[in-house]
């Protein structure tokens, strides 16, 4: 009992000067914000509160309900929050869920973006998606003819979800697990300062520059009974999505005008980003900006001032030799008549090369793939030996064998390169084919710049597969539900934390059952429940080895693992709560939690502290 903790993540300030406002106000035909500054202080109200609303026995108690709190509960044994949930009134355990319209953001195989909102996703997740065809006749499940549904959980599994890496803050591929209704909950609606939106519950966890924090805490929110938005912080920034780094640098507009300010062009922005030109060019014609100019490769081209006709002064036998090296080789470099000082990628001239000398090659193979063996068709000019490993290679012409279309591209997919250069050469091995870096987006903060509550909406939440527990919801980094993981469990069966990190069992001492009758629990059957726990967490790493679903797999271990959670209440329900769980039958989890919760009581609110615990506490009294 040891690591059980109780902490306030937020609680509304002068909480008994609130309650004697709203007493007084039920009380008096005049506007009691108008006499304010004449309200008593903290501890007067207190005792005000005390003497003519609790002492009098009024039976109105309704200006309780207006002061709220919010504790994170930890450590507790899963059987003291079922307790505690059975027999709630006003209070709320943890939710925190988005509105339907709520775009998260999948990534392609190509690299493009593609955003569904989650209302959609989860029509999808729950009722499957609209068969093309129509059904002629019963189903193999015994469905109706007509029009339907197909399940596509697997499909929705399999794509590729964004997720933050939280260590390198870098976006990488995640997928989804589940997809959840939340139901109808408060909502808040969120603007950022570039104009991108987010509508979520208050207790939205969503990633800050401070790190995670639920959104209530994230804005310091403060709002009135009715939920209407009274005050928030004005410096809060949460991270986004967007920002690119190191290869990526094209994609940022303000590095590519900055580039082109600089006079750079094309060609030097991509070999400084290390992109191609085309990336260049891509971007900066969607920001609307303007290219610069290549400058001329020399100001003394080799036919300036020549006019009429002229020559090559070769005799015949060295016109033919010519002839013979143009068809194998082209001129290059400073020797081509096309020359422009070195604008041209060195991949895009040995593309247009091997373009240009290809007829030359299917000519010496008789126009027939050299790896099915067909003739005619789509025919490519093949490097034996790999540019990326010999690029003094790149421009011989023995190097070049013909293959079909198809044959090329599995040469090239299915990494047969080496494969294919030994029915020609011989060769042992070929270096690893290096991979593409690709692009790197980092999250990068942006302020808050307005709350405010739009009123009840039906909500929906993500759980994430994997490490990373996060996606990225109308561009902004937010956890996932996070309903349930057997980690833990896999940890206590590989030895990597304590089976009591996880499961909690009553410390040796003498107890007292519901039927009054005392036992003595002893440091054997301690002992022994502590292996039987253990046992289960390997039997659990058994089955999920073998394939079980998480869900399925936790029913094999012991109830009471240790659990965390967030519970919200106002000061009412909260004397509500310690009535029911304080009582001296109640369970002895149950009694330590609300040891807990009265300290902060006290701290919170200390004459309703006080008078509850001299009149109240430990009696099971119905709530006031």
């Known amino acids: 009992m040891e690591r059980f903790c109780v902490d306030v993540i937020t609680a509304t300030p002068n909480p008994q000067q609130v309650v004697w406002a709203a007493m007084h106000q039920d009380y008096s035909e005049h506007y009691v914000w108008d006499s304010h500054e ?34 994170n509960v930890g450590y507790f044994p899963h059987s003291m929050m079922q307790q505690i949930r059975t027999h709630r009134v006003g209070v709320s355990f943890d939710v925190q869920c988005l509105t339907g319209d709520t775009e998260v953001t999948f990534v392609k195989a190509s690299g493009s973006l593609r955003k569904i909102k989650i209302a959609e996703l989860y029509d999808l997740w729950a009722n ?9 006749i019963r189903g193999r499940n015994g469905e109706l003819p007509g029009t339907y549904r197909r399940d596509c959980k697997s ?36 603007t950022l300062e570039d104009g991108r939106t987010l509508n979520c519950t208050e207790n939205h966890r969503l990633l800050t520059n401070q790190g995670w924090q639920m959104m209530r805490e994230a804005v310091d929110l403060k709002t009135d009974a009715n939920q209407e938005v009274i005050s928030y912080k004005q410096d809060c920034y949460l991270m986004a999505n967007g920002v690119v780094v190191g290869e990526g640098l094209y994609r940022d507009k303000n590095w590519l005008q900055e580039q082109l300010l600089a006079g ?13 030109v085309e990336a260049i060019k891509k971007w900066v014609y969607i920001y609307g900006l303007q290219l610069n100019k290549c400058k001329p490769g020399t100001k003394k081209p080799w036919n300036k001032g020549l006019s009429g006709a002229y020559h090559l002064d070769k005799t015949p036998e060295q016109r033919q030799q010519r002839r013979e090296r143009a068809k194998q080789f082209t001129r290059r470099g400073e020797d081509s008549n096309f020359w422009k000082g070195g604008v041209t990628e060195e991949r895009v001239a040995i593309g247009a090369w091997t373009r240009t000398i290809a007829p030359q090659v299917h000519e010496k193979f008789d126009y027939t793939c050299q790896r099915c063996g067909n003739r005619g068709n789509q025919l490519h000019a093949h490097h034996l030996l790999p540019v990326y490993s010999h690029p003094e290679k790149a421009y011989d012409f023995e190097n070049l064998v013909t293959v079909c279309e198809d044959c090329h591209r599995r040469i090239h997919n299915q990494g047969l390169e080496l494969e294919f250069a030994q029915t020609f ?21 942006l302020k808050v710049v307005q709350v405010g509550y739009i009123g009840l909406q039906k909500t929906y939440d993500i759980e994430v597969a994997g490490q990373w527990h996060n996606f990225v919801a109308n561009g902004v980094v937010v956890h996932n539900s996070f309903r349930y993981t057997g980690q833990r469990i896999v940890n206590v069966a590989e030895g990597k934390q ?11 001492g003498n107890y007292t059952n519901r039927q009054g009758k005392r036992y003595f629990y002893s440091e054997e059957q301690r002992t022994e429940d502590l292996k039987w726990c253990l046992e289960a967490c390997q039997h659990y790493k058994k089955r999920i080895d073998e394939g079980l679903s998480e869900e399925h797999a936790r029913g094999l271990i012991p109830f009471d693992a240790r659990q965390h959670f967030v519970l919200s209440c106002n000061l009412r329900s909260l004397l509500h709560l310690l009535d029911l769980r304080w009582k001296k ?15 902060h009581l006290e701290n919170w609110s200390p004459a309703v502290a006080q008078w509850y615990k001299e009149n109240r506490a430990k009696k099971a009294k119905l709530s006031p």
Request: net charge positive.
């Open 425 to 445: 050469i011989p060769i042992q091995t070929l270096p690893q084919k290096p991979k593409p870096k690709g692009r790197k987006l980092k999250a990068h903060p």
């Open 264 to 276: 750079l062009t094309a060609q030097q922005m991509a070999r400084k980003a290390e992109c191609s």
């Open 155 to 190: 499909r929705l599994k399999k794509m590729n979800l964004r997720v933050l890496n939280e260590d390198t803050g870098v976006f990488e591929i995640g997928h989804i697990q589940e997809v959840f209704d939340q139901g109808i909950q408060p909502v808040y609606h969120l």
């Open 128 to 136: 499957g998606e609209q068969a093309i065809r129509e059904r002629k």
């Open 498 to 508: 304590e089976v009591e990190d996880v499961f909690y069992l009553r410390p040796v």
């Open 38 to 71: 004449q309200w008593p202080n903290e501890q007067r109200a207190g005792e005000l509160i005390v003497k003519h609303l609790l002492l009098g026995d009024r039976g109105h108690y309704g200006p309780l309900e207006h002061p709220q709190i919010t504790f």
């Open 585 to 599: 039958d109640a369970q002895l989890e149950a009694q330590k939690f609300c040891e807990l919760l009265y300290i």
